[in-house]
């Protein structure tokens, strides 16, 4: 049993059926990634996972708890956090401050900027946020004012802040879209570096496949809302239901 169990889930918008009876086990400590061509209900697949969309029918498991109608800072204190496709930052703080509030909400329960306790207290959680921000190679721009990054910076800044809250999974949207070249391989070098770590379960939606299939575990692809194939990455490549969804041909 994997520690994020989807069991049967479907769900429709009035009558367009987004998803169809969608199985998908990922194993403890893995990523595991879902592809599929735009329309084939990733992202609303991605939504059943976090509790933002109650699906029709099915269940979603994580740790065997059940994560639908949960509010989000339920689903974020059962250990999962999401890295959005437009990076959700608050662009009047500075870098730091945007990785403070996580730090504190996991310590307290809290969003206190600046509430220190005492002087450990503020001591360990500006050490806290130090080294999220130097493991995601961010910290010599910690004054920096947060709408001003660059998109990449963006990104590696939501990726800080989710790892301030201590996931088991993390989940990602299009981690890499709009990147330039250079961005997306400083992404896949980072996310490589927290798959070695062996502590977080990753599941990534994406559509560089350069990304991947330089991280993945497993692959899920969906097509029409319903799981096609599902394998390691090497016997994904060249698969022809594969091929028959993304280029409309099976040869």
Known sequence: ???????????????????????????????????????????????CLVGKLIPDTGSVLFSGQSVLGRKPHEINQMGISRVFQ????????????????????KRDGAYRLHAFET???????????????KGVKMWEKRAAHAGTLSRGDKRRLELAMCLAQG?????????????????????????KEIKARGDIT????????EVVFSLA????????GTPLVE???????GHPK??????????
């Open 1 to 47: 049993m994997g520690i994020l169990e989807v069991k049967g889930v479907g769900k429709r918008f009035g009558g367009l059926q987004a998803l169809g009876d969608v199985n998908l086990s990922v194993r403890e400590n893995t990523v595991h990634a879902i592809i599929g061509p735009n329309g084939a209900g990733k992202s609303t697949l991605l939504n």
């Open 86 to 105: 437009t990076p959700e930052i608050f662009g009047d703080l500075t870098v730091l401050e945007n990785v403070l509030i996580p730090c504190f909400a």
């Open 119 to 133: 002087v450990a207290h503020e001591a360990e959680i500006n050490a806290q946020a130090e080294a999220m921000l």
């Open 167 to 191: 996931p088991k999974l993390l989940l990602l949207d299009e981690p890499t879209a709009g990147m330039a070249r250079a961005d997306t391989n400083a992404t896949i070098a980072l996310l």
């Open 202 to 209: 990753m599941v990534i939606i994406e559509h560089d496949m």
């Open 217 to 224: 575990d497993r692959i899920t692809v969906l097509a029409q």
């Open 231 to 237: 394998d390691e990455p090497e016997k994904i490549k």
């Open 242 to 251: 594969v091929k028959e969804a993304y280029l409309g041909e099976a040869h």
